[in-house]
């Protein structure tokens, strides 16, 4: 093509007038200065070019020169995959003595007992799992050799996949003297492969599966509790599968069930108390009096009345420091954990509803709008329609009947957007149906008017 551009193997039309002076974007070797020229190629004109190119550049030196960070000392102690040594696990010490009773064979080179955890999201289950694991390949007798890999079954979840990623985590190359591919083996090959490296490494190996549940079938379990048995391999093999389904176990496969022979141990959430204790105990991410006093409680609080989800306490202290951090504030108030509970609930919230359809989006506009503009909160069918209607109207959207529409409202109820009862108005009204927004109707509204086929909605009608 004369213009340099040239059409790709999928047919999209590529640029490729740069190709031949400059290293293909993506290469590491990429230095700043290259990166400069290829902005200087491009469509800035040239007497505003330097300013502008030493203009980003600046806005980059200056976020990366920032080194003292007034807010953070150690934010590491806030992300999720930290494992807390043992003195900052609060209130699973229970857990913790069971799954060690458990696993307590291991140590001495027998075969550890197969357990199923489970409990809501965010109570410890992974970490207390892990913990207890690392423990046990800590105080293996000198001449029992553990190994313990943890195994997210929600990203590996088929049997290939799971073989795959087991088979490289537990191999180590200098000794075995094989590789393993990550791809490309039959499913039998990374048995083998498995095997192999289990019997040349180790006397005894913990597996977590966690998120167990997601597996697309028992095979897997199937496999590693027949391993032995099966003469695959004299290494002994223990399984730790993690769920948040209590109802899991019981679909097992029945020969599954009888070669695993689980124990079971279930997680509780946790209060608000130890929800507090376990951000106390990590409130040295900060630095020193920078979170004022009521900043954990209040986190602790939130995360309690959201089914006591450790993960989800700490999201919030974490992000409440961003917050600050972005807005240079000296400390982090209660004002930021508010603001940062109220993001991550936006953020949650988007997600859920970017992903429905236009009508739906309609409709849950025309009741946020209501919303907004009343005392109350609870709204019959009918005027929601006529809300509706105006919308579709005034964006040039088709409108669906009524019926169509009631469809609608209860999909949104479904999906926990809307929550909607039935009132009974007496012998002149009937049976009315009352729609309410399960989320802050500011939040919907802001959401929704963030898309681009809801930019031309007039004014009078977003305020009427
Ligand atoms: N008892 C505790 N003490 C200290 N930190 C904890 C405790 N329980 C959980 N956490 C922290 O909370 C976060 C979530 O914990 P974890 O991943 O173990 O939960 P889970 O029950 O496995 O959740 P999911 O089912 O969603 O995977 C982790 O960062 C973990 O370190």
């Given at each position: 093509m004369e213009d340099g551009s040239s059409e790709d193997e999928d047919g999209s039309s590529v640029d490729r007038s740069e190709s031949a002076d400059h290293p293909t974007t993506g290469s590491t070797d990429q230095s700043a200065s290259e990166l400069t020229d290829r902005a200087e190629d491009q469509s800035v004109p040239e007497n505003q070019r330097g300013s502008r190119d030493e203009e980003q550049i600046n806005i980059a030196q200056e976020i990366f020169s920032q080194q003292e960070d007034p807010i953070f000392a150690n934010k590491s102690l806030l992300e999720i995959s930290h494992i807390p040594s043992f003195d900052r696990i609060v209130g699973r010490d229970e857990e913790i003595r069971k799954l060690s009773e458990e696993l307590r064979g291991a140590v001495q080179g027998y075969s550890p007992e197969n357990v199923i955890i489970y409990g809501k999201t965010g109570t410890g289950k992974s970490l207390v799992s892990k913990y207890v694991s690392s423990q046990a390949v800590n105080n293996a007798h000198e001449d029992v050799e553990i190994g313990f890999q943890y195994l997210d079954c929600s990203t590996d979840n088929t049997e290939t996949q799971a073989a795959s990623t087991l088979a490289r985590s537990f191999n180590d190359s200098l000794q075995t003297g094989f590789e393993i591919p990550e791809r490309g083996l039959s499913t039998a090959a990374y048995y083998k492969r498995l095997w192999r490296t289990l019997e040349s490494l180790y006397d005894v190996v913990i597996i977590i599966l966690d998120e167990a549940d997601m597996m697309a079938d028992d095979d897997l379990l199937m496999k590693l509790s027949r391993a032995g048995e099966s003469g695959n391999t004299?290494?002994?093999?223990?399984?730790?599968?993690?769920?948040?389904?209590?109802?899991?176990?019981?679909?097992?496969?029945?020969?599954?069930?009888?070669?695993?022979?689980?124990?079971?141990l279930s997680f509780h959430p946790y209060d608000a108390e130890q929800l507090e204790e376990i951000l106390q105990h990590r409130r040295d991410a900060f630095k020193p009096n920078v979170l004022e006093e009521g900043v954990i409680p209040l986190c602790a609080a939130y995360a309690a009345s959201d089914f006591g989800d450790a993960r989800k306490a700490i999201d919030i202290l974490r992000h409440a420091g961003n917050i600050a951090y972005e807005r240079n504030a000296d400390h982090v108030t209660e004002q930021h954990v508010k603001d940062a509970r109220t993001k991550a609930e936006k953020d949650r919230f988007r997600e859920l509803i970017e992903g429905i359809p236009q009508q739906a989006k309609a409709s849950l506009l025309a009741l946020a709008i209501l919303s907004l503009n009343s005392e109350q909160e609870e709204f019959p069918t009918q005027l929601v329609y006529r809300q509706y209607q105006n919308i579709c109207d005034n964006i040039g959207q088709d409108v669906r009947s009524e019926r169509r529409f009631r469809d609608i409202l209860k999909e949104l109820a479904f999906l926990g957007i809307v929550d909607n009862r039935k009132e009974n108005l007496g012998r002149s009204g009937g049976i009315t149906l009352l729609n309410?927004?399960?989320?802050?109707?500011?939040?919907?509204?802001?959401?929704?008017?963030?898309?681009?086929?809801?930019?031309?909605?007039?004014?009078?009608?977003?305020?009427?």
């Amino acid at each position: 093509m004369e213009d340099g551009s040239s059409e790709d193997e999928d047919g999209s039309s590529v640029d490729r007038s740069e190709s031949a002076d400059h290293p293909t974007t993506g290469s590491t070797d990429q230095s700043a200065s290259e990166l400069t020229d290829r902005a200087e190629d491009q469509s800035v004109p040239e007497n505003q070019r330097g300013s502008r190119d030493e203009e980003q550049i600046n806005i980059a030196q200056e976020i990366f020169s920032q080194q003292e960070d007034p807010i953070f000392a150690n934010k590491s102690l806030l992300e999720i995959s930290h494992i807390p040594s043992f003195d900052r696990i609060v209130g699973r010490d229970e857990e913790i003595r069971k799954l060690s009773e458990e696993l307590r064979g291991a140590v001495q080179g027998y075969s550890p007992e197969n357990v199923i955890i489970y409990g809501k999201t965010g109570t410890g289950k992974s970490l207390v799992s892990k913990y207890v694991s690392s423990q046990a390949v800590n105080n293996a007798h000198e001449d029992v050799e553990i190994g313990f890999q943890y195994l997210d079954c929600s990203t590996d979840n088929t049997e290939t996949q799971a073989a795959s990623t087991l088979a490289r985590s537990f191999n180590d190359s200098l000794q075995t003297g094989f590789e393993i591919p990550e791809r490309g083996l039959s499913t039998a090959a990374y048995y083998k492969r498995l095997w192999r490296t289990l019997e040349s490494l180790y006397d005894v190996v913990i597996i977590i599966l966690d998120e167990a549940d997601m597996m697309a079938d028992d095979d897997l379990l199937m496999k590693l509790s027949r391993a032995g048995e099966s003469g695959n391999t004299d290494c002994r093999i223990g399984v730790i599968a993690i769920s948040n389904k209590i109802e899991w176990a019981d679909d097992l496969n029945e020969r599954v069930k009888s070669s695993l022979q689980p124990k079971e141990l279930s997680f509780h959430p946790y209060d608000a108390e130890q929800l507090e204790e376990i951000l106390q105990h990590r409130r040295d991410a900060f630095k020193p009096n920078v979170l004022e006093e009521g900043v954990i409680p209040l986190c602790a609080a939130y995360a309690a009345s959201d089914f006591g989800d450790a993960r989800k306490a700490i999201d919030i202290l974490r992000h409440a420091g961003n917050i600050a951090y972005e807005r240079n504030a000296d400390h982090v108030t209660e004002q930021h954990v508010k603001d940062a509970r109220t993001k991550a609930e936006k953020d949650r919230f988007r997600e859920l509803i970017e992903g429905i359809p236009q009508q739906a989006k309609a409709s849950l506009l025309a009741l946020a709008i209501l919303s907004l503009n009343s005392e109350q909160e609870e709204f019959p069918t009918q005027l929601v329609y006529r809300q509706y209607q105006n919308i579709c109207d005034n964006i040039g959207q088709d409108v669906r009947s009524e019926r169509r529409f009631r469809d609608i409202l209860k999909e949104l109820a479904f999906l926990g957007i809307v929550d909607n009862r039935k009132e009974n108005l007496g012998r002149s009204g009937g049976i009315t149906l009352l729609n309410r927004l399960v989320e802050e109707p500011e939040i919907v509204y802001e959401i929704i008017r963030d898309d681009t086929r809801f930019e031309s909605l007039t004014d009078h009608l977003s305020n009427s």
